[in-house]
């Protein structure tokens, strides 16, 4: 079954646009090629709606243990920890399956 990871951040308001990048650029060579997505989205939100969250994330896997294993590898982790928190005021996530 599908299984469908959706996740929105605001940055704190001293963010440097290139650290956002920074973080584009992380995911997307994470996720290229990763076995079990079947698409993947990230990005920084285009302005056209008042009070949008500043970036989003929308990963299909293929399954569940699929999207454990992108949550959990080592790379992740460390563009969490080292690009993602320092920079990250707030975030919601939202996981649908189907």
């Known amino acids: ?18 650290a956002i990048e920074s973080v584009t650029r992380a995911l997307t060579a994470l996720t290229d090629g990763f076995p079990g997505i079947e698409s993947y ?3 920084s939100d285009i302005g056209l709606s008042q ?15 699929e999207f454990v294993a992108y949550r959990d590898h080592p790379e992740h982790q460390r563009i969490l920890t080292e690009l993602i928190v320092p920079a990250l005021n707030d975030r919601v996530v939202v996981q649908l399956e189907g």
Do not use: E, Q, S
Not at 1 to 18: C, G, I, L, N
Not at 51 to 65: H, M, Q, T
């Open 51 to 65: 009070g949008a969250y500043d970036y989003a994330i929308v990963g299909r896997f293929a399954g569940r243990d």
């Open 41 to 43: 989205l990230c990005g």
């Open 1 to 18: 079954m599908t299984f469908t990871h959706v996740v929105a951040f605001r940055w704190k308001d001293d963010t440097d646009p290139a």
